[in-house]
């Protein structure tokens, strides 16, 4: 549009109304048509969302019962202050006690009192633990700090951990083995070039440990022994010794892991510790997976609603008829439960009514599970040469869900492709729109001037005319 018209001068036609119409009317037959469109697809959009959430929910509600290791599980009793456990479905039902006779420690080790400003001696010194070892190099001037941050920084160091604690004497390099355990130990050799002997207390030599050989006559003792390495001991049923460098204790019962906590005196209770079958989680994996697909019904009969009101917005829609067809076929499918004989939910407790909405009856449920969880089990998990009825209900529903490839997903992004172009063809079209509206206002205010100039002229004749001797103007009375 112009900046700045002057309209219906000339004519005196209301231009701006006019223009304004003949816009409009040309606007509102594709608004009415674009915005019906973008109506549909947003409400698709929108509905398909919440089916594909719903069915994530059915799918998600299902898949702890497609994993064999939900199945059989244990739970463990006895817990206490000396010991704690943990069990696999491999742990066998069973009671048992249980002594905490010692503790893991780590090896400790510490030097006799040196001044701080003390050069300790040259050489190297090598530090070993279980097998693995590292050295540092001891300058001339080296204090015990310096040796001690050597040993801390050193980037083969994984063994062992060092720290000076200073009494009235001066001060002490303390070495402490970073795991626990006899076979842990630590053992110190140096090789003394200040004066030459590796083992005399004097110089680097000072830092000498090594008690491995056999003979307590060829020990080297020049560090002494704060906390020796220990192994963890326990005894189980008051007979069965069992050690561990560690304090844990890994499947020294069959599927059961024991952490030692605290050694038991003469006084105290043997901790009793036992394991039961627990297949609770089957029961509330199932009521879950009834819950979810409920929800899902509930959402589905809504979308998919017709009346002479109006029908929900996926109402005769392929889409949703299709999943919810397949799913129904899937709840009454039989499934192979093993030993030759197969399962269908409905003898587990699980039932429809007449409108399609699922109960558990958990007494059925609990006397299937009481009689045969293995068979359960496979019923729901599958074998290897066919899925169950768990995993069977993921594979139908990822084929819809699929944040990639799924239906429901390509139905959204082919909606949302419609709206991009929907988009496009708004601002094209108002662009031809301005341009219609330009066009009227200059044909328009042509027109306006063209008539004011006639009006112009036809006053200047009018003038001349009267002002012609011989006319006589003629009045009216």
Request: proline share 1%; charged share 20%.
């Amino acid at each position: 549009m112009p900046s700045l018209t002057f309209t219906g001068i000339g004519s005196g036609l209301q231009i701006s109304e006019i223009v304004e119409a003949i816009v409009g009317a040309e606007k509102a037959p594709f608004i009415s048509r674009a915005n019906k469109q973008q109506a549909s697809y947003t409400t698709d959009i929108s509905a398909v969302g919440a089916l594909k959430s719903a069915l994530v929910s059915v799918s998600e509600s299902i898949a702890a019962l497609a994993d064999a290791d939900n199945y059989q599980l244990r739970t463990a009793k006895g817990a206490d202050s000396f010991v704690s456990l943990s069990s696999s479905q491999d742990a066998q039902v069973g009671s048992y006690s249980v002594q905490v006779d010692a503790l893991a420690q780590a090896h400790k080790i510490m030097s006799a009192a040196i001044d701080g400003e003390e050069a300790v001696g040259e050489g190297t010194l090598t530090i070993a633990v279980n097998g693995e070892s590292f050295a540092v190099e001891v300058s001339s001037t080296d204090t015990l700090s310096q040796i001690r941050d050597a040993i801390n920084d050193s980037v083969d160091n994984d063994l062992v951990i060092a720290t000076i604690v200073t009494d009235d004497d001066g001060q002490h390099l303390i070495m402490t083995s970073k795991t626990t355990g006899l076979e842990n130990a630590i053992t110190t050799t140096v090789t003394d070039t200040g004066d030459s002997n590796d083992t005399d207390n004097l110089g680097l030599s000072r830092l000498a440990y090594d008690v491995s050989d056999p003979d307590p006559l060829n020990h080297i003792t020049n560090l002494a022994e704060v906390t020796a390495a220990l192994d963890a001991q326990i005894t189980i049923d008051g007979t069965l010794v069992v050690t561990s460098s560690t304090n844990v204790f890994e499947n020294v019962i069959d599927g059961v892991d024991i952490t030692a906590k605290k050694t038991h005196d003469v006084d105290d209770d043997i901790s009793q510790i036992s394991f039961s079958e627990n297949n609770a989680n089957i029961q509330s994996g199932i009521a879950d997976f009834v819950k979810s697909y409920n929800e899902l019904k509930k959402l589905s009969d809504q979308l998919g609603s017709s009346s002479s009101a109006g029908g929900g917005a996926l109402s005769g829609d392929s889409l949703l008829r299709g999943v919810m067809n397949k799913l129904r076929q899937q709840l009454s499918e039989s499934f192979d439960a093993g030993n030759g004989s197969t399962l269908s939910l409905s003898q587990l407790g699980v039932e429809s009514d007449q409108y399609g909405v699922l109960t558990l009856d958990t007494k059925i449920l609990n006397e299937y599970i009481d009689s045969d969880v293995d068979g359960l089990q496979q019923f729901f998990v599958g074998t290897d040469a066919a899925e169950g009825f768990a995993a069977s209900i993921e594979t139908l529903l990822n084929f819809y869900t699929d944040d990639i490839d799924g239906v429901i997903q390509n139905r959204i992004d082919s909606r949302t492709a419609q709206l991009d172009r929907l988009d496009d063809a708004y601002l094209a079209f108002n662009a031809r729109m301005e341009s219609l509206e330009a066009r009227l206002y200059a044909q328009y205010n042509a027109m306006d001037l063209i008539v004011a100039q006639l009006n112009s002229t036809s006053s200047y004749l009018m003038a001349q005319l009267d002002n012609m001797p011989g006319v006589v103007r003629q009045y009216r009375k």
